[in-house]
C-alpha cells in the first residue's frame, strides 16, 4: 500500500488497547461503532467502504452485521472465540475470519489453575478474613487441599492440554473429557462428560462455545459432580446451564464454583454476589498486558496480510 493509495476502511465494534488503536490508525480508516449513537445508521453510511471488521471475542460479528456490509472481505478477530461470529454465512459470501490461537493459551491455563487454587483454599475468603480484623478474634476455617484430588478437563486442545501441564506438579490425578482420546496423553479419557463428573473432585471447562456445547454441563453432570465437587469455569459462560449451576450452588448440591465467564457478561445474574462459595472474575483469562499485546499484533498482522494479498497468518475459515 503507497502513499497515494487510501487506506482500507475497518469498522471496529469495540475498542482494543490504546496500544493497538495507534497503528491501527496510523495503517486504515478505522469506523468506531461503539461510539455511534444511532449505530444502524452508522453502519448504513458507512457500510459501502468497510472492507474489514476488526472485532472482540465476546462481541463477534453476527448475521445482521454481516448482511449489511457489503464489501466485507474479512473478520479479524481479537481472541480465540469465534462462536460469536457467523462463520457459516461468512463461507457463504467467502468472506475469510481469522482469530488469535496459542498466544492466549498459557495465560488461560495459568487462571484455570490459579482459580482452582483460590477456590478450594478459599484465597478471597483469606484476604477478608486478614483485612476485616476477624484475624484478631480466631483461625480461619478450615478449607478443602488441591494436591491429591481427582481433576476432570472438559475440552482437551491446546489449552486444556496446557492446564493439565500444570496440574501435573501438584500430585493430581488428571482425566479429560473429550471426543476421542489422545494418543499422546497419559491421562484417564472420558467418553462421558457425566462420567467424568462423577468420577472428579474438580471439573475445569474449557469447552469451545458455540451451539454444540450450550448447556453441556447441565443439571445431570452437576448432580453427578456432587456436594464435595467444585466446577471451574474458564470457557464459555454458555457451556454451563447457568440456571441449574445457581441452584446447585444456593443449595450445596455441589461445593463451589470459579467462574472466569458468564451468561449476559458484565450485568451478571445479581444471585452470585450472594453466594459465599464462588470465586467471580471479570472474564480475564488473556488479561495480561502481554498476550493482549500478542494479539493484537497477531490481529494487525492478518490484517496486513489480507491487503497485501499474502497468505492469512492464522485464518479460521
Not at 480465540?80 to 490461537?101: E, S
Not at 440456571?243 to 450452588?249: D, P, R, T, V
Amino acid at each position: 500500500m503507497t502513499a497515494a493509495t487510501p487506506s482500507p476502511h475497518v469498522l471496529m465494534p469495540g475498542t482494543y488497547p490504546e496500544w493497538d488503536m495507534a497503528p491501527l490508525r496510523s495503517q486504515y480508516t478505522l469506523h468506531r461503532l461503539w461510539e455511534a449513537p444511532d449505530r444502524q445508521a452508522f453502519i448504513a453510511e458507512h457500510a459501502p467502504n468497510i472492507r474489514a471488521v476488526a472485532t472482540r471475542g465476546e462481541l463477534g460479528a453476527n448475521t445482521e452485521l454481516i448482511a449489511a456490509l457489503p464489501a466485507l472481505e474479512l473478520i479479524a478477530c481479537y481472541g480465540v472465540g469465534t462462536d460469536g461470529i457467523d462463520l457459516a454465512a461468512c463461507r457463504a459470501r467467502g468472506i475469510r475470519v481469522t482469530n488469535t490461537p496459542d498466544v492466549l493459551n498459557g495465560d488461560v491455563a495459568d487462571l484455570a489453575v490459579g482459580l482452582t487454587l483460590a477456590l478450594q483454599r478459599r484465597i478471597p475468603a483469606g484476604d477478608a478474613f486478614v483485612r476485616s480484623g476477624a484475624w484478631a478474634n480466631g483461625g480461619m476455617p478450615l478449607t478443602t487441599r488441591v494436591f491429591g484430588q481427582r481433576i476432570g478437563i472438559a475440552g482437551f486442545g491446546r489449552i486444556g492440554s496446557a492446564i493439565a501441564r500444570r496440574l501435573s506438579g501438584f500430585d493430581v490425578e488428571l482425566g479429560y473429557f473429550s471426543r476421542t482420546p489422545k494418543a499422546d496423553s497419559p491421562h484417564l479419557h472420558f467418553a462421558s462428560l457425566t462420567a467424568m463428573a462423577d468420577w472428579c473432585d474438580v471439573l475445569i471447562v474449557i469447552l469451545p462455545g458455540g451451539e454444540a456445547t450450550r448447556g453441556i454441563v447441565d443439571a445431570e453432570v452437576l448432580q453427578a459432580l456432587g456436594p464435595a465437587g467444585w466446577l471451574v469455569n474458564v470457557s464459555r459462560g454458555t457451556t454451563v446451564d447457568e440456571g441449574a449451576m445457581l441452584q446447585a450452588l444456593e443449595e450445596k448440591s455441589i461445593a463451589g464454583a470459579a467462574l472466569d465467564v458468564f451468561l449476559n457478561e458484565p450485568r451478571i445474574d445479581p444471585r452470585f454476589a450472594a453466594l459465599d462459595n464462588v470465586v467471580l472474575h471479570p472474564h480475564h483469562g488473556s488479561g495480561t498486558e502481554q498476550t493482549r499485546r500478542a494479539m493484537g499484533e497477531l490481529v494487525r498482522r492478518n490484517l496486513q496480510a489480507h491487503f497485501g494479498g499474502l497468505p492469512l497468518i492464522t485464518p479460521v475459515a
